[in-house]
């Protein structure tokens, strides 16, 4: 099954989601701005259609790629080299995308995604069964709580997450620009808030020095760190390592840290983590992403899959097939998918579901493929820019 062509959308999104970390904000972008939007890739092989949508991050500290870098490489580079080939050479895309795309990891994920929906479609088998098989029926999920100036709304975002939708995994963002003591403060009073049967973890996105990481992990031992994601630049594996010795059993996650296969390895030869985070988008997709998951089992290290996927059914479901795919012995500690699944609204794209959080977990798509029914006409309507490849 031959690809004979590559619909790149840039797509529209009525809900503006605002956040903040330690870096500046997150922002989808005001509705029908292009920066911001998520990029859907249709591709076409022989009858089959198979979907793929990434959004892309900037401005951003570690992801450098917008709508247009996205669309410059998969329509320049990476989709030319696509067509004519077959939709189940995706190890020999790959090695192409190494030798023309080697860090435009944005472009490739949308891709990867798209061809494992469509390889998926072909055969009559949902994504996680061409990739290991279903290992967690109900994968538990995370709940990301951003920084905000009044702590109410932080312990507000936790308590809704308890209650409205039963999880029990939180990660709180940190950094603040009031420094240490308004970490700090936040983490206690979501805890005193949730109490001690929710685990909660903190993330700083690169903000904190090694010594000021100590002095939080210090400073909040009686209220229990769940585990800690990031605090230092992504290059500084040497503090990371200082901190894990330090850290006295709270496992420490390398996000932005790891975006290679070769980071990965980097990462535990430094000895530098106890966990990666796998987010689809900041490797290529989900066959660079079972690469590091092997490379950090065999290296004993456990794997995060993060990424919001905000307001996206099919960023969502690639996450959660991927996360299916692993035994739950090698993943810490939940799917952090839950903005494409309904939280803040329904995806434009997609308005009819039952792809949805029930008591803290979700059940990853059994259809064909990714298990996503894109609506055609909603499609074309949240259009805002279309390129074809062909």
Not at 94 to 101: D, G, I
Not at 181 to 200: T, Y
Request: glycine share 10%.
């Amino acid at each position: 099954m031959r690809i004979d062509r590559i619909e790149i959308r840039v797509t529209d999104l009525k809900i503006r989601l605002q956040r903040q970390r330690s870096t500046g904000s997150y922002d989808t972008g005001a509705p029908g701005t292009l920066l911001g939007k998520p990029v859907l890739v249709k591709i076409f092989a022989d009858g089959v259609v198979g979907y793929g949508q990434i959004r892309p991050l900037a401005p951003h500290h570690s992801m450098p790629d917008t709508y247009a870098s996205m669309i410059a490489m998969i329509k320049e580079v990476c989709g030319a080299q696509l067509i004519g080939r077959s939709i189940f050479e995706i190890e020999a895309i790959h090695e192409t995308f190494e030798l023309r795309a080697p860090a435009n990891f944005m472009a490739r994920a949308v891709l990867d995604i798209a061809l494992h929906d469509a390889v998926g479609k072909a055969v009559g088998r949902p994504v996680y069964d061409l990739i290991g098989g279903l290992s967690q029926v109900r994968i538990p999920l995370e709940w990301s709580i951003s920084m905000a100036e009044d702590r109410g709304r932080m312990v507000a975002d936790a308590q809704r997450a308890l209650h409205e939708f039963g999880i029990k995994v939180l990660c709180l963002k940190a950094g603040h620009k009031g420094g240490l003591k308004e970490d700090i403060a936040n983490f206690v009073a979501v805890r005193d808030a949730l109490g001690p049967d929710v685990a909660i973890g903190m993330d700083a996105n690169t903000g904190w020095s090694v010594a000021e990481t100590l002095q939080v992990l210090s400073a909040l031992r009686e209220y229990r760190v769940d585990y800690l994601e990031q605090p230092v630049k992504r290059h500084d594996l040497a503090g990371m390592a200082q901190i894990r010795r330090a850290a006295t059993g709270v496992p420490l996650m390398a996000d932005e840290a790891c975006l290679s296969l070769a980071d990965a390895h980097a990462i535990i030869a430094a000895q530098a983590a106890d966990v990666l985070c796998i987010k689809l988008y900041k490797h290529g997709g989900l066959t660079p992403a079972r690469k590091i998951a092997a490379v950090a089992e065999a290296a004993s290290l456990k794997i995060n899959c993060g990424g919001l996927a905000v307001l996206s059914q099919l960023e969502a479901a690639a996450g959660a097939h991927f996360y299916a795919s692993r035994h739950a012995v090698h993943v810490m500690p939940a799917g952090e998918f839950i903005f494409g699944l309904g939280v803040i609204g329904p995806d434009p794209l997609v308005p009819e579901t039952d792809f949805r959080i029930e008591d803290g977990h979700v059940t990853p798509p059994s259809g064909p493929g990714l298990g996503i029914v894109v609506d055609e006409q909603a499609l074309q309507a949240h259009t805002l820019l279309t390129e074809v490849v062909s």
